[in-house]
Nanobody, 127 residues
Framework: AQLVESGGGVVQPGASLTLSCTTS????????MAWFRQAPGGERDFVAA????????VYAESAKGRFTISRVTANNTLQLLMDSLKPEDTAVYYC?????????????????????WGQGLQVTVSS
């Protein structure tokens, strides 16, 4: 399985940024995709997840109200629209995919629930 991310960069506080993840080489049916992030010296933390078909979305508290996860069906792309960015959003962002559907937040948010990962994108929020 191959996940290709794009859209990272350096922005000022308060700006918006959209991350994209394409799954053109995914070898089996994807049911759940998610974004995680890892700040320097920190753990890989859950940001948001989206379930194919039902369209169910799940967000970490830090992402609620500012980030929007969505799927572009035409080209099987997962997007993360990030608004009102803060310096604490600075991290490497990873796209992840799983062939399973989940019902609990713990499953959506657990890195071990996903078996395919992108290479990571640097997002830096700084004035």
């Amino acid at each position: 399985a191959q996940l290709v991310e794009s859209g990272g960069g350096v922005v000022q506080p308060g700006a918006s940024l959209t991350l994209s993840c394409t799954t053109s080489s995914y070898t089996y049916t994807t049911y759940t995709m998610a974004w995680f992030r890892q700040a320097p010296g920190g753990e890989r933390d859950f940001v948001a997840a989206h379930t194919w078909g039902s369209g169910k979305t799940v967000y970490a508290e830090s992402a609620k109200g500012r980030f929007t996860i969505s799927r572009v069906t035409a080209n099987n792309t997962l997007q993360l629209l990030m608004d009102s960015l803060k310096p604490e959003d600075t991290a490497v962002y990873y796209c992840a995919a799983s062939p399973k559907r989940y019902s609990s937040f713990e499953n959506y948010a657990g890195a071990s629930s996903y078996d395919a990962w992108g290479q990571g994108l640097q997002v830096t929020v700084s004035s």
